[in-house]
């Protein structure tokens, strides 16, 4: 039997307002996965398994993002318990495609979907987990890469800082040999300003780079709303470029007209 000293570390995977796809990058991880459960023992995942056991967590997986006055409490709650806290995809680390809700007025969404808006509680804005907690380290992407993933966690595990790449999506195109889609098609594209990890996919199908996995380090977002303008966008066009899958994100943000609700 395993010691105590010997115990793997706990790790629970908890869910807020998302779809679900992050989670599953980590089933789909497959053999890889099986490899890291050997390391690890996954204590709290109801995504893949009906045993729940209590924490505290040595590692703590979150997606999604906080849209309700429960959200905000049962966040704290989770950040007690994890020793280290991982948020993973779009609407963890930047609120999500629900953050469009924070330029407009949630009473009226509420009032044209549901049919009885007295029972539904929520609050006004989509918002990221670091925004109500201290995070340890954030994963982007939507979904997430699955590699980056297990780096992230094989990181952790070893005490060391996880090799993810703070570039952006241009160096992806270049090492993949991709026709760059401003300079050959004239297509707006966010791959300059977004980080890498998609392994630039979009750009190889002559696709404008949709910024899934949101601002890289330092990015000059004036510098290409400017070329967008070049290319004939209007500043709607360029508002809308920005608020996609990372819209609440602090550059993409500022480069769509703020943050503040209409």
Known sequence: MRSKSQARPKVGVFKFASCDGCQLSLLDAEDELLAVARAID???????????????????????????????????????????????????????????????????????????????????????????????????????????????????????????????????????????????????CLGPVTQAGCGALCPAYNRGCYGCFGPMESPNTASLSHQFRVLGQSSGDITRAFRGFNAWAWPFRQASGEGHRS
């Not at 966040?75 to 948020?87: A, G, M, N, S, Y």
């Not at 680390?93 to 330029?103: D, K, P, S, V």
């Not at 703070?166 to 300079?183: A, L």
Request: with cysteine.
């Open 42 to 188: 996954i204590a709290y995942f109801p995504e893949a398994s009906s045993t729940m056991k209590k924490g505290p967590y040595d590692i703590g997986l979150v997606e999604g993002s906080v849209t309700t006055h429960h959200d905000a409490e049962r966040i704290q709650h989770i950040r007690r318990q994890c020793r280290t806290l991982i948020t993973i995809g779009a609407c963890a680390t930047a609120g999500g495609i629900q953050a469009l809700r924070n330029w407009a007025e949630v009473d009226e969404f509420v009032r044209a979907v549901y049919a009885s808006p007295q029972f539904i509680s929520t609050l006004k804005t989509s918002t990221s987990i670091a925004e109500h907690v201290p995070v340890d380290f954030e994963l982007r992407g939507c979904p997430i890469s699955k590699h980056q993933l297990i780096e992230v966690i094989s990181a952790t595990l070893a005490g060391r800082k996880p090799n993810v790449p703070t570039y952006s999506v241009c160096m992806e195109c270049k090492r993949r040999g991709n026709v760059c889609t401003m300079v050959a098609h004239g297509t707006p």
